[in-house]
Nanobody, 121 residues
Framework: QVQVVESGGGLVQAGGSLRLSCAASGSIFSIGTVAWYRQAPGKQRELVAGVTTGGRTNYADSVKGRFTISRDNAKNTVSLEMNSLKPEDTAVYYC???????????????WGPGTQVTVSS
């Protein structure tokens, strides 16, 4: 069974840093674009950052210059380095990965269960 799991969340003071990791495991043929989303209480889930297989990245305007997304294709992992954190970054952070299980199957998006990030003022 293929699954995606996030780790690295926690409580940090404003101005601090956290590094989130997203790991895919199981029988995987390939992983395409991977993205981080977040959802704060009472708000819609929003895109934070994404990275393609080739390493092209995109970021939400609210995190540009503070967050960095990167991937290790050999390890099937994607990281999100978060610096200069603000209280408004508080949310549950989710990883979404486009996964193909075999070379004959069409890929699909898999979501992780999420990891809580809390930034105190």
């Amino acid at each position: 069974q293929v699954q995606v799991v996030e780790s690295g969340g926690g409580l940090v003071q404003a101005g601090g840093s956290l590094r989130l990791s997203c790991a895919a495991s199981g029988s995987i043929f390939s992983i395409g674009t991977v993205a981080w989303y977040r959802q704060a209480p009472g708000k819609q889930r929003e895109l934070v950052a994404g990275v393609t297989t080739g390493g092209r990245t995109n970021y939400a305007d609210s995190v540009k210059g503070r967050f960095t997304i990167s991937r290790d294709n050999a390890k099937n992992t994607v990281s999100l380095e978060m610096n200069s954190l603000k209280p408004e970054d508080t949310a549950v952070y989710y990883c979404k990965a486009f996964v193909r299980r075999t070379w004959t199957t069409v890929g699909s998006d898999l979501w992780g269960p999420g990891t809580q990030v809390t930034v105190s003022s």
